[in-house]
């Protein structure tokens, strides 16, 4: 690709000595300004704070998920499915009224692909945009000696990382992003990028800016309201009871195992019975000598009932009557009673798969793709394979916006500087989506 730029301010691109476009007004920023007002929630300030004031509010969603033993694998399995069968590119065309795209091979592009680490990029992207709702794409552009410019690289910087610089007063434009590891010890020692603003002609900012390197920001629609930062919809967690709810009941449990449970037996003994068996050690021992031989008995007791090796060993205890029944009636002088343990046999199953069901709908992925929630109900297929095949299908088709999202820096940047939009008219990069089938669909070679 050759840049020209002609006296009156108007940039040609030309590939091969033909004129690929040109746009008008020099400048690493668009002649028009974004509509998008100034924020003033960030005045006498350096940079945009990630909304809170301590500026760490990645740091607050980063840990509640880690926290919560179920909320950081959903966010990865979101992400995994996402990329599902990973990057392919290639040129759609009609054929008879329909649509049909037609897969490319090319071995620039796919060296290119392999280069830049295509799959940790995707990986990276979904993951960021999911657990933020945006993220950072990296492009290390080469603007070579001889006016040609060519994208080497795409990669993803740390959302966690990335806070914007303050919108440019004239243009409303956010130009700047800030790079740091140390945001939550408020130390401002950071390496600064050029940013530019997708909504206003991408391909002329990066050209134009002269930089090696160019922040492309991803960003997700989330809520409305936030002139930098994208709020989650499952944010909402991080205000709730629900993560809350989630640890109380995992505590109860695992303090009711370490207690409640090591307690199996209720045993009750009769004076008698220590009468006629220790004699004068009872009858004439101190408290103290008595304490001792009931823990003897219980130590024994135990020894007798717990234990694979003491399975099948015979426990002996004691008949007796009471000395002043006239009837002498037999009486036993020991009584075992096994605790029932029906809290922790589920008594809140439900109350915790009801905290995992509103975690799912928080993050809009259905449970059955997960394999389902004990106790789940209302399932399309009845918690058959078609729910999960259903359920597939409608996750693929509703996340089809993100996907096209992290591609956009294919789409609409580096193709077009690296010319391979001009040597594949309407080349398009888009995700694979592997899609769940029947048995009966699949010919039995194709089978795995």
Not at 109 to 125: C, F, G, K, P, R
Not at 286 to 298: F, G, L, P, V
Not at 329 to 334: A, D, K, L, Y
Not at 424 to 442: H, I, R, S
Request: glycine share 8%.
């Amino acid at each position: 690709m050759e840049i020209l730029d002609s006296k009156d301010s108007t940039t040609f691109i030309v590939e091969n000595g033909t004129p690929m476009m040109f746009t008008v007004g020099a400048g690493a920023v668009p002649k028009a300004k974004s509509t998008t007002p100034l924020s003033k929630e960030n005045k006498n300030k350096e940079f945009a704070h990630w909304f809170t004031e301590d500026n760490n509010y990645p740091g607050k969603i980063i840990k509640a998920a880690k926290a919560d033993p179920e909320l950081y694998p959903m966010i990865d399995s979101y992400a995994k499915s996402l990329y599902s069968g990973g990057a392919i590119y290639g040129q759609f065309r009609m054929d008879n009224g329909k649509l049909v795209f037609d897969r490319l091979f090319d071995t620039e592009i796919n060296a290119w692909l392999d280069n830049s680490n295509i799959q940790h990029y995707l990986q990276e992207a979904f993951i960021d945009c999911k657990t933020f709702s945006q993220a950072w794409a990296e492009i290390s552009y080469d603007l070579l000696g001889n006016g040609k410019g060519h994208v080497a690289q795409l990669s993803i910087q740390d959302a966690s990382f990335c806070r914007y610089g303050l919108q440019d007063p004239k243009t409303g434009f956010k130009t700047k992003t800030l790079v740091s590891t140390e945001w939550a010890n408020n130390k401002t020692d950071w390496t600064e990028f050029h940013t530019i603003d997708p909504y206003y002609r991408p391909l002329q900012q990066i050209i134009e800016s002269k930089k090696d390197v160019v922040y492309y920001p991803l960003v997700s629609p989330g809520i409305p309201g936030s002139s930098f930062y994208q709020i989650a919809p499952w944010h909402g967690l991080l205000e709730g009871d629900v993560l809350e709810l989630s640890k109380l009941m995992i505590q109860f449990k695992k303090y009711y195992l370490q207690n409640g449970m090591s307690i199996k037996y209720h045993v009750e003994i009769h004076p008698q019975f220590f009468e006629k068996k220790y004699l004068d050690k009872w009858t004439e021992g101190t408290h103290k000598e008595r304490i001792a031989i009931m823990q003897a008995e219980a130590a024994a007791f135990n020894e007798v009932v717990t234990g694979i090796e003491n399975s099948g060993k015979v426990l002996l205890t004691m008949l007796d009557h009471l000395k002043n029944d006239p009837r002498m009636e037999p009486f036993s002088t020991w009584k075992i009673t096994p605790i029932d343990l029906k809290t922790v046999s589920g008594e809140y199953t439900n109350d915790m798969n009801q905290n995992t069901l509103i975690k799912y709908r928080a993050l809009d992925f259905d449970p059955a793709i997960k394999g389902g929630v004990s106790g789940d109900s209302g399932k399309i297929g009845g918690g058959s394979g078609s729910d999960a095949r259903v359920a597939w299908q409608v996750h693929q088709i509703f996340n089809k916006p993100l996907q096209d999202l992290v591609y956009s820096p294919l789409n609409k940047v580096i193709k077009h500087i690296n010319g391979w939009e001009k040597k594949y008219p309407g080349l398009t990069f888009m995700n694979e989506n592997y899609f769940l089938a029947t048995q009966d669909q699949v010919s039995p070679s194709n089978r795995m």
